[in-house]
């Protein structure tokens, strides 16, 4: 079982839960605005879409330089789970983040990368 929080900021803008070994997701979203929601507007996602999501979290694994990424994050191979893991999905994009199951993060302490 996995479960996490979507943030914007330091607000708490969807809860998720995975069972991997029965392929369910739980998902429940606390806004309206579906551009800080991890799904957008689908409310019932599947495992692709949780895979999308992630994959949309990282850096493309077709970058140029994804090998010393990689190796800086001190990962052997792309796998976008253990790279939001670590990076917890931050961007310089936008201010959405993932907080997972047992972390103790804020925003402005821990996740910020811009003002």
């Known amino acids: 079982m996995l479960r996490f929080q979507y943030l914007y900021k330091d607000e708490v803008t969807a809860d998720v839960e995975i069972d991997y070994s029965n392929r369910k997701i739980i998902y429940q979203p606390y806004s309206d605005n579906i551009y800080i929601l991890p799904f957008g507007t689908k409310r019932q996602p599947n495992m692709l879409d949780l895979n999308r999501f992630f994959e949309s979290r ?58």
């Open 58 to 115: 990282c850096f493309p694994k077709e970058r140029s330089n994804s090998k010393q990424l990689l190796q800086d994050l001190g990962v052997d191979t792309y796998d976008p789970l253990v790279i939001v893991k670590i990076t917890h999905g931050r961007q310089l994009e936008d201010y959405c983040w993932i907080r997972f199951e047992g972390e103790d993060l804020e925003y402005e302490r821990d996740i910020k990368l811009r003002d």
